[in-house]
Nanobody, 125 residues
Framework: AVEVMESGGGSVQAGGSLRLACTAT????????MGWFRQTPLKDREGVAT???????YYADSVKGRFTISLDNTKNTLYLQMNNLKFEDTAMYYC???????????????????WGQGTQVTVST
């Protein structure tokens, strides 16, 4: 079975940086989309960034230019480099992996069959 586990969350001041990592086990080829989502107690879970099987990347407008998603296939690890963090980036961040081709937008959550437990990111002003 495919499993993913996030790491790298923590507390940081506004303007700071963090790098999240998501280690996947049980993945086979071909690879499908993987991505990062986030949720706060007051908001529904939303897409942050994803990387498709063809290498194309997609970002939420709120993080464009500040966050970078990347995938190291040799380590089966997905990363999210977050720079210039803002208070509104505070959330639980989840890694997700698709296990088959799926239709829908990059942030369409039913595309992703496997979800991690999440890692908390807290940005203070």
């Amino acid at each position: 079975a495919v499993e993913v586990m996030e790491s790298g969350g923590g507390s940081v001041q506004a303007g700071g940086s963090l790098r999240l990592a998501c280690t996947a086990t049980g993945l086979t080829y071909p690879r499908y989309a993987m991505g990062w989502f986030r949720q706060t107690p007051l908001k529904d879970r939303e897409g942050v960034a994803t990387i498709e099987s063809d290498g194309n990347t997609y970002y939420a407008d709120s993080v464009k230019g500040r966050f970078t998603i990347s995938l190291d296939n040799t380590k089966n690890t997905l990363y999210l480099q977050m720079n210039n963090l803002k208070f509104e980036d505070t959330a639980m961040y989840y890694c997700a992996a698709a296990t088959r081709p799926g239709d829908g937008a990059w942030s369409f959550q039913p595309k992703y069959a496997v979800w991690g437990q999440g890692t908390q990111v807290t940005v203070s002003t």
